[in-house]
């Protein structure tokens, strides 16, 4: 069984920096990617970044391009999203997943077979 646990979430002030863990239980690491997700009140879920565990390879919306770094650490089956410059535009319940993503989604929330619970980032000016 797939156990997907954020942690890191809070409340800042635009500006600051923020990171998030997602500790990986039960997922074979290597052979899949990881992603972060995000949703804000009444949008739907959006991709932020992802991270092909095998290559290490990183993927990032627009929107966080170059304030935000995700990385992942094999041996403690954990990734990663380093969140820096945050806006206020940010704030969203965000959200670690799983899967084995063939080509073409791995944005797309269909490439993701487990998912966390989520953790806040509330960001304010």
């Known amino acids: 069984q797939v156990q997907l646990v954020e942690s890191g979430g809070g409340s800042v002030q635009a500006g600051d920096s923020l990171s998030l863990s997602c500790v990986a239980s039960g997922f074979t690491f290597n052979a899949g990617a990881m992603g972060w997700f995000r949703q804000a009140p009444g949008k739907e879920r959006e991709f932020v970044a992802s991270i092909r565990m095998s290559s290490s390879n990183t993927y990032y919306a627009d929107s966080v391009k170059g304030r935000f770094a995700m990385s992942g650490n094999n041996a403690k089956n954990t990734v990663y999203l380093n969140m820096n410059n945050l806006k206020s535009e940010d704030t969203a319940v965000y959200c670690c997943?799983?899967?084995?993503?063939?080509?073409?989604?791995?944005?797309?929330?269909?490439?993701?077979?487990?998912w966390g619970q989520g953790t806040q980032v509330t960001v304010s000016w």
């Open positions: 997943a799983a899967g084995y993503p063939i080509l073409g989604t791995l944005r797309s929330t269909s490439g993701y077979r487990y």
